[in-house]
């Protein structure tokens, strides 16, 4: 794994990473670091950095990992989406109606 280490990890922080998923009984294969280092590319999308993504995932255990996991747990949003579920209060619904008088709008 220290040969195809595309991000330049550090040797502990990788040796880090074998004993949690070894305690989970999740042995690292060629597949599994192919897929780790793809998803530590894409944090970069996020602007976290690869080790830092690592160090998230060793420290909270995880036996899988997840880009939304990561940035979640660091702060950042994963889709870079905002949410459309606010500033109702902020909005004059009155806008574009016609006030009757009595209480009741027209279009």
């Not at 109702?88 to 016609?98: K, N, S, V």
């Given at each position: 794994m220290l040969a195809d280490n595309p991000h330049g990890l550090d040797e502990e922080l990788i040796a880090d990473y074998l004993v949690v998923r070894k305690a989970a009984k999740a042995p690292v294969t060629a597949r599994i670091w192919s897929g780790l280092n793809a998803k530590l590319e894409q944090c970069k999308a996020f602007g976290i950095q690869p080790a830092q993504a690592l160090a998230v995932a060793v420290e909270n255990g995880w036996r899988g990992f997840e880009v939304e996991w990561v940035t979640k747990r660091i702060g950042g949003?994963?889709?870079?989406?905002?949410?459309?579920?606010?500033?109702?209060?902020?909005?004059?619904?009155?806008?574009?109606?016609?006030?009757?008088?009595?209480?009741?709008?027209?279009?």
């Open positions: 949003q994963a889709t870079g989406q905002p949410s459309r579920h606010h500033g109702f209060a902020d909005r004059d619904y009155r806008e574009g109606l016609i006030d009757r008088g009595d209480g009741t709008y027209a279009f």
